[in-house]
Nanobody
Framework: QVQLVESGGGSVQAGDSLRLSCAASGRTDSRDAESWFRQAPGKEREIVAGISWSGTRFYYADSVKDRFTIYREDAKNTMYLQMNNLKPEDTAIYFC????????????????????WGQGTQVTVSS
């Protein structure tokens, strides 16, 4: 497994930006698809964005397309989620996750395919 630690959450106003970070340690041979999930109170956990281990394929939930960007700095073993134009409905606990993958272009969307999870970071957006 990979150890993941998120940071960068906070409380902001609608329209503001935040950047979440996910630092990885342990299994850092870079053959992991990595994603950001979020869970709002009373709702199921959902995938927000993902990046394949090759770094060439991406997934974005419809609700965040054109507002959020996922990217990775392999030299720092860190993944990021740049969140712009935040909306109150983006309020949730955000988790990063990693999935060992044989397919360099795959981005799993099912949270059951991820074997490593961070502890989560709270993002609160007020109107």
């Amino acid at each position: 497994q990979v150890q993941l630690v998120e940071s960068g959450g906070g409380s902001v106003q609608a329209g503001d930006s935040l950047r979440l970070s996910c630092a990885a340690s342990g299994r850092t041979d870079s053959r992991d698809a990595e994603s950001w999930f979020r869970q709002a109170p009373g709702k199921e956990r959902e995938i927000v964005a993902g990046i394949s281990w090759s770094g060439t394929r991406f997934y974005y939930a419809d609700s965040v397309k054109d507002r959020f960007t996922i990217y990775r700095e392999d030299a720092k073993n860190t993944m990021y989620l740049q969140m712009n134009n935040l909306k109150p409905e983006d309020t949730a606990i955000y988790f990063c996750a990693a999935a060992a993958s044989r397919d360099p272009w795959a981005v799993p969307v099912d949270d059951g395919e991820y074997d490593s999870w961070g502890q989560g970071t709270q993002v609160t957006v007020s109107s």
